[in-house]
């Protein structure tokens, strides 16, 4: 009978016909929940044996070809599996010829003679230093999230990225046990955390919201396995200035009301360093001045703009010279600057 715990499909609560797709998927979601890291007190152990079979079915499963087989030796594959594990956890120096009674792992209805026959007659053809002992597994993907200034993805940047790991045990070899006792550096997990800081480029132009892969930086993989990839969250933080718009950045430009109706040549932000503007005669309020490539860059090598939209302000006083030429303005013939709202209003 095949027991609850190698069911594989059932591991993935899955059917036996579920596609590719289906176990990566599954496989993924379930990952995520079952992750060690994730979990702490009484449910971590729970947590790491369920995310070891997890990996294991995942490792069956989505490998056509052991998929084949185990469909079609299900109960074998188990036994050969728990054997395989047995001999791994006593150690690759015994040829596994003899079975070690307080190993209950191989009292699963495979009860002695030579191993290595019994794999042939399962797969056929394997020879006795090729029977695998363990799969390799690739190591986890990593998500990590990375908070970036405007001015940084300008030219582009390298961030220092702190990762926590899982790292095999270096006292017991990830075996969790040592001459039969537990373990006392990993508690019998087989797996010690390390932390680490590693160094990525991001490219300029990155835009708010990229998932960006780094190849090969995610977990180690197990037995050989490779490692898993890191996936970093760009995430783009407000600016007190500038608001971005795609490629674009929009800013406000403050204008004295004669720089507005004079025209004037004053200095602007930009991301980069300031730069001089012309305000054209006569500019309204609102009215946007363009900055060609003075935007982000964008990933194709260009750049977008800036927009600046004037803004008039006021003195917070004027001298009684100012309030003498005000004065001066004030007695010159305008339009009413309210008539058309006021005509609008009794309109409706
Ligand atoms: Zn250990």
């Not at 188990?78 to 594990?85: C, V």
């Not at 200034?149 to 790991?165: A, F, H, M, Y």
């Not at 390390?194 to 990229?210: C, L, Q």
Request: proline letters at 5%; a positive charge.
């Amino acid at each position: 009978m095949q027991s609850a715990t190698h069911d594989y499909y059932r591991i993935l609560g899955l059917s036996r016909t579920a596609s590719a797709d289906d176990i990566k998927k599954a496989f993924r979601r379930l990952a995520r929940q079952y992750h060690p890291d994730l979990h702490s007190g009484v449910k971590k152990p729970e947590m790491e044996k369920k995310f070891k079979e997890l990996n294991e079915a995942h490792e069956v499963l989505s490998d056509p070809d052991k998929r084949r087989k185990y469909d079609q030796y299900g109960t074998q594959w188990e036994q050969a599996d728990a054997y395989a594990k047995s001999r791994a956890q006593r150690g690759a120096r015994g040829h596994g010829r003899s079975q070690t009674p307080q190993s209950g792992r191989t009292s699963s209805g495979y009860g002695g003679g030579d191993f290595s026959e019994f794999f042939e007659s399962l797969f056929g053809g394997r020879g006795r230093d090729e029977v695998p002992r363990q799969y390799a597994v690739q190591g986890e993907d990593v998500e990590t999230e990375v908070d970036l200034s405007l001015r940084d993805i300008v030219s582009g940047i390298t961030k220092r990225v702190s990762l926590t790991e899982s790292v095999s045990c270096s006292s017991c070899q990830g075996h969790g046990s040592q001459r039969g006792r537990t373990c006392q550096t990993c508690f019998g997990s087989g797996a010690t955390r390390e932390h680490k800081t590693i160094e990525v480029k991001i490219p300029a132009g990155v835009v708010d919201g990229t998932r960006m892969r780094v190849g090969g930086k995610g977990r180690p993989g197990l037995n050989g396995g490779k490692r898993g990839d890191l996936y970093l969250h760009i995430k783009i933080r407000p600016d007190q200035v500038f608001r971005q718009q795609g490629s674009d950045l929009h800013a406000t430009l403050p204008v004295w009301p004669w720089e507005a109706a004079l025209g004037a040549e004053v200095m602007a932000p930009t991301v980069g360093e300031p730069v001089r503007v012309k305000i054209p005669p006569g500019s309204r309020a609102d009215s946007k001045l363009r900055l060609k490539g003075k935007g982000l860059p964008t990933a194709s090598g260009g750049a977008g703009d800036l927009f600046l939209t004037l803004q008039i302000v006021m003195p917070s006083s004027l001298s009684d010279e100012a309030r003498v030429l005000y004065e001066q303005l004030a007695k010159q013939p305008h339009p009413d600057p309210r008539a058309e709202v006021i005509a609008r209003s009794q309109r409706e």
